[in-house]
Antibody, heavy 120, light 109 residues
Framework: QITLKESGPTLVKPTQTLTLTCTFSGFSLSTSGVGVGWIRQPPGKALEWLAL???????RYSPSLKSRLTITKDTSKNQVVLTMTNMDPVDTATYYCAHSQESGSCYDYWGQGTLVTVSS | SYVLTQPPSVSVAPGKTARITCGGNNIGSKSVHWYQQKPGQAPVLVIYYDSDRPSGIPERFSGSNSGNTATLTISRVEAGDEADYYC????????????FGTGTKVTVL
């Protein structure tokens, strides 16, 4: 049974750096083809893909946010960490992590999401 | 960057068929995945690789993809199908990034 869960601050101030952790179980991020991605959704708006890290440490980022994002993995802890610098109120959103079975595929398992509010 | 366009809303009576489109340049050459999202919940995969259904998804959900349009079809619509639906592709031509559609709100009348 695959599960993912996001954790991190619920409130950050403008200009601060956001660090979110995705803790998962039921699969290994050292298995060929597997990836974990991050997707966010501002209140009342559409899903927006942010980043993904593959089993072989290949990393992909949204072109529009690439300069602000860093994604890393700790295979031994079954965790993926996303950092986003220079947070702004427009970054207020629910942030999801999700599992992908193979490169270029779909996201077949999702975490419950965590709401991050950016406000002073 | 690659753009996926969906109609903002689709309304359908119970028992009828809902069709949700996802438009993109030559989308027929890509694999399209569809997600259902109900209020306050995480998205759920309902169709992958254009027309495959994950275990547990009713046969009423089907998908197709050709030319510049992919379509999610919900047959014999039920009240429980009311949700937001998103298409998604992997854009291998541009830094191998993932793209989500603009989303469609399906309302069951």
């Amino acid at each position: 049974q695959i599960t993912l869960k996001e954790s991190g601050p619920t409130l950050v101030k403008p200009t601060q750096t956001l660090t979110l952790t995705c803790t998962f179980s039921g699969f290994s991020l050292s298995t060929s083809g597997v990836g974990v991605g991050w997707i966010r959704q501002p209140p009342g708006k559409a899903l927006e893909w942010l980043a993904l890290i593959y089993w072989d440490d290949d990393k992909r980022y949204s072109p529009s946010l690439k300069s602000r994002l860093t994604i890393t993995k700790d295979t031994s802890k079954n965790q993926v960490v996303l950092t986003m610098t220079n947070m702004d109120p427009v970054d207020t959103a629910t942030y999801y992590c999700a599992h992908s079975q193979e490169s270029g595929s779909c996201y077949d398992y999702w975490g419950q999401g965590t709401l991050v509010t950016v406000s002073s | 960057s690659y753009v996926l366009t969906q109609p903002p809303s689709v309304s359908v009576a119970p028992g009828k068929t809902a069709r949700i489109t996802c438009g993109g340049n030559n989308i027929g050459s890509k694999s399209v995945h569809w997600y259902q999202q109900k209020p306050g919940q995480a998205p759920v995969l309902v169709i992958y690789y254009d027309s495959d259904r994950p275990s547990g998804i009713p046969e009423r959900f089907s998908g197709s993809n050709s030319g510049n349009t992919a379509t999610l079809t919900i047959s014999r619509v039920e009240a429980g199908d009311e949700a937001d639906y998103y298409c998604q592709v992997w854009d291998s031509s541009s830094d191998h990034v993932y793209v989500f559609g603009t989303g469609t709100k399906v309302t069951v009348l």
